[in-house]
């Protein structure tokens, strides 16, 4: 894969283990940055601009709504797409954090072919939409 083309990935999650699954699928392909909680996603993301972000919707400061909310209405981090990950099976969950403007959903357990297509296919839709 291209270096300009691998893709920066901010995992945001509390639990370690759920952290070790989604390093161990995506660090070989891409460059990874981690936070344990919501404000530490905030700052990491206004830092760091990832292109991408795995947002883990229950965590131990602030829901990851309120991580998303607070992301898009930042000047600086308002364009990075959101991928919430959870373990909540509810579709209610998922239709909220998609009306919030997330642009998908990875449920746990991990299934990691499904983690990485749709990591590669937001990774390209940001890559071919860079000027």
Known sequence: MD????????????????????????QQDYSLYIARDGEEAIKNAIKNIPDLILLD?????????????????SDI??????IFVTGLSESGGKEKGLKLGAVDYIIKPFNPMEVKEKIMHHIEIINQNKP
């Open 3 to 26: 270096i300009a083309k691998k893709g920066r990935i901010l995992l945001v999650d509390d639990d370690k283990t759920s952290l070790l699954v989604l390093m161990n699928i995506l």
């Open 57 to 73: 919707i229950i965590l131990p400061d602030i829901d990851g709504y309120t991580v998303l909310a607070r992301l898009r209405a």
């Open 77 to 82: 981090a308002k364009d990075i797409p959101i």
